[in-house]
C-alpha cells in the first residue's frame, strides 16, 4: 500500500497538483511520480521527521483564549503544492504593479489628495475610514513610499486564474513561517530537490534588510536598523525573533529605545546609540502613547516626531493601513488606472461596497450566498459566510450591515482551488488553500517566489488562519523549462 | 549590543550551569550514598541546605525523604532553583535573545526542554536516574560545544561567559561547602575513608576528579581538593580560574572600569586566609564570606552594564 486515492474527488475546484483528468500536473509531475513510490511505512516516516525538524526549530504560534495563552506547533502538511514558474513571473508583476499604486495612493491621501478630488474614490470612504491616520498628513517617508512590506492573500478560483483577496499593509505576518516550512521539506524529501527546479526562497532576509537600509535618513554604509516588537507575548513573536536573527540585526522592545531631540537611541551596554530604521511589528495605534494610545507601553514617547522631522524611518510607515481597508480594496482596479495608467495584472474578487445604496441592496438580498466582511479586521474574525450561517447569524449581520454599512463589503463565495492534502494516515484528500506572497517595495521591488500556503485543514471549510484551525504547506515556484 | 539582551545572555548562561550543577550533583549524591557505610548517616537534605532552600523546602513537604528531596530539586515546579525551572529560564532567555546567539543554541536548548517536560519521572525514579541525568548533562555541553565553537567572540559572547563563570565560581564554594558541612555533623569526621569518599564525591561533583588526580597526584584529601578547588589557575570550576575569566571578559567590554576595579580587588584578596588546616566551621564561615563577595560583584555587573540610566 501506498499514498491513498480512493476517496480523492476535486469535484468541480481547481485542483493545484491534479488535472481534471486525474494526471499530475507539469510542475508537480516529478512530485506525484515520486510520492507513488511511498509505502506506508516511508510515509509514516517523512510525517515524523517532518514533527521532529518543527518541533527542533521550535517553530510554534501562540494562540489567545481565556484559559491562557497556548504555544502549538506548526500544523504542517507534508506534500508541497506547486505553481509553474511562467505563471508566477506574471503575477509576481502583477502583484509590484498593485503595491506601487498603492503607495502613490496613500501617498496622495496624506498630500493633495487628487483622487478624493477628481471623485475616482468617494470622499466618505476616506473620512470614515479607521486607518486614516490624520497625525500623518504632510509627512514624506522616503521614496515616496509608505507601505514597505506588503503580504497579499490570492486565491485562484475555478478557472485557475490568480485573484487578490486582500492587501495586508499594517503589519502582515507569516514570511518565517514560508521559510520553516522549506526548511522543513528540505529535510522531508532532500531527493526532489535534485529532479525539480524549485526556486529557492531563503533570500528573503537579505533583500528585507537591502530594502529597510534604503529608507534610511542618514548616508550610512551600514545604517541601524532594528526590529521592535510587542514582546514575547506576540502571537508572532517567533517571526519578530526569526527576522531579526537572519538579518543580524538587534531585536528590540519599546523600552529599549529612547527619543531625544526629535532622534531614537537604544539603550545599550555602550551607552545610547542611534537608530536609523524601525522594522516595526506593533500596530499604529500603539507607536507613541505621546500621540495615540496614552497607555500603551509598547511603544515609545516621542516616536511620531522623530518620524515626522525625517530622523528615523519607520517601516511600515504609520498611517500606511488605510489601504488596507477593505472597501478601499474594492477600489484597487481603479487605483492602478488612475496612478500608474496601466491595466491590472491580478484581478480582484467581484466585491459590493455596502456603504453604496445600490449594492447594499444587492447585499441584502443575496446575504445568503455571500461572504460578508468587516473592513478593517483580520484574521478573518468577524466575517460571515452566508452559505454556511444560520438563520439566526444571517438576521444578525442583517442589522450589523444596516447600522454601520461603511464597516461592511460583501464577495461571492469563491471556489477556493484544492491541493492533495495527507488527512490521515496515508489518505490523501483535497483541501482548500490561498496563498500569501510578500512583496517589499523601498528604493527597488522585491516579490517572494511563491509565498505562504494556507490549508484549511478541516474538510470543505474554507477557513485557513492558523488561529482557526489551518495549516500549512510549502509552496513550490517550479521552472518546468516551458 | 542592547542592555536588555546583555542581560537575558547573562541569565541564560548562569541557569544553564545551574541546570548541569544539578544533575551532577544529584547523579553524585546518588553514587555516594550507595558507597557510604551502613552506620554513617548521610542526608539528602544537604542538598537542600546546598541551595539554601530550606524554608521553600519546609513550606512544600513534611518528610525529608530522597523522593520529596530529588523531586523538589528536579521536577517541582514551584521551586524556582528546581532543575526543570532554571531549563525553563535557560529557555526564555535563549527564546528572547535568538538574535545574537548560534542558531542551533535555540534548538538544542528547546529540544532539551522537551526532552525533559517529558522524562522527568525517569530523575525521580533510582532505576535510571543515571542516564537521565546523563543526558541532560551531554546537552548542557552541546550548548557549551555550540558557543565555544559557533559563535564570534562579540559583546554577547562575553555576556555568557561572564553569567557561566560567575554561576561556577558560586557552585564551587556551595558544593565545597556542603563537604566540609557533611563531615562536620559526622562523629566519625575524622575518618579517613569517610572523608575519602565524601571530598571524591564533591570532586566528581564539580567534574575535577581526574584533573585532580593528574594534577596532585596523591589520594583524595579535604585540605588537597580545597585547595585544588580554590586555587588552580587552570581548572575551569576553581575559584580562581572563575574570577581571572571573569576579569579578562571586563576586560574586552564597553565602560568596564568599575567592574575591572571590583574584580581585581577580589583577586587579590579572595583567596587570602583560607584556613587550610581546620575544614570544619572556620572554612564553612570563609566560604559565606566568599559567597557574599560573589553576589556582590553580580551587583556591580548589574548597576554597570543592565541598567544604566
Redesign the interface.
Known sequence: MSLNWENYQTQDFFDELVTAKGRARKPASNLIRYLRQFSNEEIERRKKLAEVAI????VSFTIYSEAGNIDRAWPFDIIPRTISATQWRTTAEGLSQRLRALNLFIDDLYHDQRILKDKIIPEHVIKQSKNFRKECIGASPKHGVWAHICGSDLVRDESGQFFVLEDNLRVPSGVSYLLENRAVTKRVFPELFKTTAIEPVNDYPDHLLSMLSSLSPRRLKQPHVVVLTPG?FNSAYFEH??L??KM??????G??LIVKDNSVY??????LQQVDVIYRRIDDLYLDPEVFNKDSVLGVPGLMRAWKSGKVALANAPGAGVADDKVIYAYVPKIIKYYLDEEPLISNVETFVCADPKERDHVLANLDKLVIKPANESGGYGMLIGPHATKKELNQFKALIKSNPRNYIAQPTLKLSVAPTLVEGNLVEPRHLDLRPFILQGKESYVTAGGLTRVAMRKGSLVVNSSQGGGSKDTWVVDTGT | MLSRVAERIYWAARYLERVENTSRLVRNYTLLLLDLPQNVDLSWYNLIILNNAEKEFSDRYQHRSEKNIIKFLLANKDNASAMIQCLKMVRENVRTTRDVMPPETWETVNELSLFMEENIQQGINRTNRHEFLDTVAQDCHKVHGLIEGAMRRDEAWQFFQLGSNIERADMTSRILESGATMLLHQSKASDTKLSHLVWGSILHSLSAHHSYQRTVRTSVNGPGAVRFMLEDPHFPRTVSFCVNALLECAINLPRNETAVKHLNKLKRSALKEIPHDNLGQPFVDWLGHLQLEIANLHLVFSDNWFYWE
Do not use: F, H, R, T
Open positions: 518541533k527542533q526549530m521550535g514575547i525573533a526569526y531579526a536573527q543580524g540585526v538587534e531585536l528590540v522592545e523600552a529599549d537604544m539603550k545599550s551596554i555602550d551607552g
